[in-house]
């Protein structure tokens, strides 16, 4: 598959979502994990999302379990989570794994086109990829990233 625009999401609500829903814009795509030490990273990214939605940037975040069982059981205690505590307004979809034989396809896609420091595999929480607005991934972040420092590279592709 050529760019993420292929995919299908489960959104929090348990309907499918078509990525194409997105094309033609930048998109920054983390996994996420309410109960994270990196868990205040959602009031970054919200003001990143804040500061350049109106430019075409959208943030979408994944909650993933697969790093300590750091995330709710209930998807509705996580999206409540996220939006009491960090105001969060961007879209927050179903729990998904991002590495294994059960790993969501869109995470196996994201990994395969941009690896991290030493293999594809996803370490931990707050794992965060920049998308064009072609659909191709463009960059890859750390979970220690904070989202204020994704500001320039996002710039660019507005």
């Given amino acids: ?21 997105y094309e033609g814009k930048p998109l920054l795509i ?21 500061e350049y939605k109106d430019q075409g940037l959208t ?12 995330e709710f059981d209930n998807i509705d205690e996580t ?5 009491v505590n960090y105001g969060v307004t961007f879209p927050v979809f179903a729990k998904v794994d991002v ?3 059960h790993a969501d396809p869109l995470f196996t896609h994201l990994t395969s086109e941009k690896k991290g420091m030493l293999s594809k595999k996803i370490k931990w929480n707050f794992t965060k990829f ?6 191709k991934v463009v960059n890859r972040y750390a979970p220690q990233t904070a989202p204020e420092k994704l500001a320039e590279d996002v710039e660019k592709l507005l």
């Fill in 79 to 83: 999206t409540e989570f996220c939006q």
């Fill in 99 to 101: 590495n294994g034989d």
């Fill in 30 to 50: 983390v996994n996420t994990a309410s109960k994270c030490g990196f868990a205040p990273q959602f009031g970054g990214l919200q003001e990143l999302y804040e």
């Fill in 59 to 70: 943030v979408l975040g994944f909650p993933c379990d697969q790093f300590n069982d750091q």
């Fill in 1 to 21: 598959m050529g760019s993420i625009y292929d995919f299908e999401v489960k959104k929090a609500n348990g309907e499918m979502l078509s990525l194409k829903e």
């Fill in 130 to 135: 920049l998308v064009d607005r072609d659909g």
